[in-house]
């Protein structure tokens, strides 16, 4: 696996013109495509965010969740805070959504999971409040979205971005989006590709912003993300009960065709099965060798400080 990080646009220096008959015509060219390229330039400073500091372990949530669907895309809401005087999002958790529109190309979500997501902010508020004020931390809200681009590039479509300007304009002129480009195979090496952008947009396009990823210094799985995971899991299972569900229902037939409506079911019944099934053998189980090893190598590393510690550090605990 490759990880590419941010594709960084590069900004047009010059501007290649044909050869025009008539030399008005082609003044005219260059004047109106530099009154582009201004306007493009303009419109980037117009972002309020400079940067996005990403902690690892939202991260890793993230990427776990980009990779749970090849087939449509997926998404969730950033939890975190903001610095307006410096410009940057500070992202520290995630919140998975079950989604309204569960396409290749296009994911959108309920008005109701985004009141799920203040509430969840809510709530890591009022436990931190809880905790000693040496190791408070800031007050969290939702700042952001994310979403995954399975099999396709990480630009933002048209779609991605009027979602991004409708939530600047409505909810917070620093709201961020960030995609996740997953799925991709590099032809001749064969290698996977993993891509991610952060992003805001505007009218003349979107901003690309940097994303600098924040490490763990502490090797242990923290709770949080023991608890984003099991929501993570219960998200993909309860996605697949509804999809039986709504073909249960949908399918409605005359009193004279009931052996169709048994076949029918009987049909659906399997597909949910071999569905279940699938995201067990390919998602579940992986991911619960990985957090054993992950968690295995935290127990190590704590023995190994404990031995590596000098007498006199022995004394002081």
């Known amino acids: 696996m490759q990880v590419d990080g941010e594709p960084w646009r590069q900004v047009v220096d010059c501007i290649q013109s044909f050869a025009l008959l008539e030399t008005q015509v082609e003044i005219k060219l260059l004047m109106l495509a530099n009154l582009y390229f201004k306007k493009k330039t303009a419109g980037s400073r117009m972002s309020k965010v400079n940067r996005v500091y990403l902690s690892s372990e939202a991260y890793l949530v993230c990427l776990i969740h980009a990779y749970t669907n090849e087939r449509e895309e997926v998404m969730g809401l950033l939890i975190g805070y903001t610095d307006e005087e410096t410009g940057c999002c500070y992202v520290t958790n995630t919140v998975q959504l079950k989604r309204l529109v569960k396409r290749r190309d296009r994911v959108e979500m309920t008005p109701e999971t985004l009141s799920e997501a203040i509430t969840y902010a809510d709530n890591l508020n009022a436990m931190n409040d809880s905790l000693d004020e040496s190791v408070r931390k800031k007050p969290v809200r939702v700042i952001g979205w994310y979403h995954s681009h399975p099999h396709i590039t990480v630009y933002p479509s048209g779609v991605d971005n009027h979602t991004q300007c409708e939530y600047q304009n409505a909810l917070d002129p620093m709201w961020i989006g960030i995609i996740f480009s997953v799925y991709n195979t590099d032809e001749r090496s064969g290698i996977g590709r993993l891509n991610y952008l952060a992003f805001q947009s505007f009218e003349d396009g979107y901003h690309s912003v940097p994303v600098m990823i924040v490490p763990k210094l502490e090797p242990a799985v923290d709770s949080t993300v023991i608890e984003r995971i099991g ?39 399997a597909a949910y099965t071999t569905n279940v099934c699938s995201t067990i053998r390919g998602f579940v189980h992986p991911l619960l060798a990985y957090l054993t090893d992950r968690s295995r190598h935290s127990n190590y590393s704590l023995v190994s400080d404990a031995l590596n510690r000098s007498p006199n550090e022995t004394n002081l605990i």
């Open 231 to 269: 929501a993570l899991t219960e998200l993909c299972f309860a996605e697949e009960s509804d999809a039986f569900e709504k073909a249960v229902q949908s399918f409605n037939v005359d009193d004279n065709l009931q052996h169709m409506k048994c076949l029918a079911h009987a049909h659906n019944a």
